[in-house]
């Protein structure tokens, strides 16, 4: 058992820089590497130019550090399509963030120019229109005000139609003043002459109020029922217009036929019916460019045949008269037969 459980005599500390292999690498110079190289053995001489410590090791490539991006390269931190979704959503909001701010603005500046006029945002305002003077028998109709009451975008619009309301207007008047002048010079035109009196007093009132306050309601409180009126009778009163310019005998409208007819029973007299039918070209045109102007902006507005049916039905039935007949005959039809 001594034999197991004896240990070995303790050998002498070896010095491990005392190894022979260590030893015979570093005695011998041609080995001379500058791993083994000592800056402090012989500070005079030059240092021993660089070998490598084994020819047959494979160099090792240096590697690159990984490229970083600068702070103003940009980066995409989402998928390759959407970041042009991204840029539409935040343009459109963008665009309805600045109409939003424009309704604002307008706001603002009608409760401002009704504060200058004295007016509150409750309060009634009284007619103005026509300008009737104060010691007339009968006062205004209508209250119009377009730079109050029409956004500053269609203000344009609406003053020209008010404009060519008045051209109209002068154009029936100056249409009377030729019949007059034919019924001098030629009896036999009494009928043409009784015509345009009836046309000028017919159609003055009725195109204000068939047509034009329509159009101004319908720019004022974005009203698709006005709209849709202001179109089905204005596109009748297109029609006219061109009828007027046409000049049928009998009709009462000075146009074209009617007054090369007139030059020969009177050149001063047919002179003056040409500038009538002058007029009345010149009005059927304006109709359309305007009846197309309107058009396209009111496709610009958020009208629509469903709001203008809605308007309609809630017009309808605020109607006192409409209510109580509405009552009456639901009463009627509940109540059970004696």
């Given at each position: ?6 240990f070995?005599e303790?050998?002498e500390d ?17 080995y ?8 402090f053995?012989?500070p005079t001489?030059?240092p021993p ?6 020819p047959s090791a494979?160099?090792?490539?240096a590697?690159t550090?990984p ?9 995409n ?5 959407s970041?042009?979704?991204v ?8 665009r309805k963030?600045?109409e939003?701010?424009?309704k604002?603005?307008?706001?603002e500046r009608?409760?401002r120019?009704?504060?200058s ?7 009634s ?5 026509p300008?009737l ?16 009451e ?6 344009r619009?609406?003053?020209i139609?008010y ?13 009377l003043?030729s019949?007059?002048a034919m019924?001098?010079v030629d009896?036999?035109?009494?009928v043409?002459?009784g015509?345009a009196i009836?046309?000028?007093?017919l ?5 204000f109020?068939?047509?034009?306050r ?6 004022r409180?974005?009203s ?5 009126v202001?179109?089905?009778?204005f ?5 006219v217009?061109?009828?007027?310019t ?5 009709w ?11 030059l020969?029973t009177?050149?001063p007299?047919?002179a003056i019916m040409?500038?009538n ?6 009005q ?6 305007m009846?197309k102007?309107i ?8 009208a629509?045949?469903?709001k203008?049916?809605a308007?309609?039905?809630t ?7 409409v209510r109580?007949a509405?009552?009456s005959?639901a009463?009627g ?5 004696r």
């Open positions: 058992m001594s034999k197991y459980t004896s070995p303790p050998m070896q010095n491990p820089f005392q190894d022979p292999a260590v030893t015979q690498h570093s005695s011998n110079t041609g001379a590497t500058l791993d083994l190289y000592n800056p053995d012989n001489g030059p130019p660089y070998e490598p410590t084994s494979p160099a090792v490539p590697q550090p490229s970083r991006t600068t702070p103003t390269e940009a980066r931190y989402g998928s390759y399509n970041q042009p979704a840029n539409a959503t935040t343009a459109e909001l963008l963030q600045e939003l701010e424009k604002a603005q307008e706001l009608r409760e120019e009704l504060q006029h004295g007016l509150g945002p409750g309060a305002r009284q007619n103005n229109w300008p003077p104060s010691f007339f028998p009968v006062g205004p109709c209508f209250y119009q005000d377009i730079d109050v029409i956004t500053q975008r269609f203000q619009t609406v003053t139609m404009y060519f309301w008045m051209f109209c207007t002068c154009t029936l008047l100056f249409n003043v019949s007059l019924f001098i009896a036999s035109g009494g043409g002459l015509l009836l046309w000028a007093l159609f003055t009132p009725c195109s109020i068939c047509w034009y329509p159009m101004y309601k319908a720019f409180s974005d698709s029922f006005n709209f849709f202001f179109f089905f009778i596109f009748a009163q297109v029609g217009f061109v009828i007027m046409i000049g049928i005998p009998g009462g409208f000075s146009g074209w036929i009617v007054s090369l007819a007139a020969k009177s050149v007299v047919g040409m500038i039918a002058i007029c009345f070209t010149g059927a045109a304006m109709g359309v460019v009846l102007r058009h396209s902006q009111y496709r610009q507005t958020e629509s045949f469903v203008a049916q308007e309609f039905a017009g309808v039935m605020s109607n006192q008269a109580q509405a009552a005959a009463q039809a509940f109540t059970p037969p």
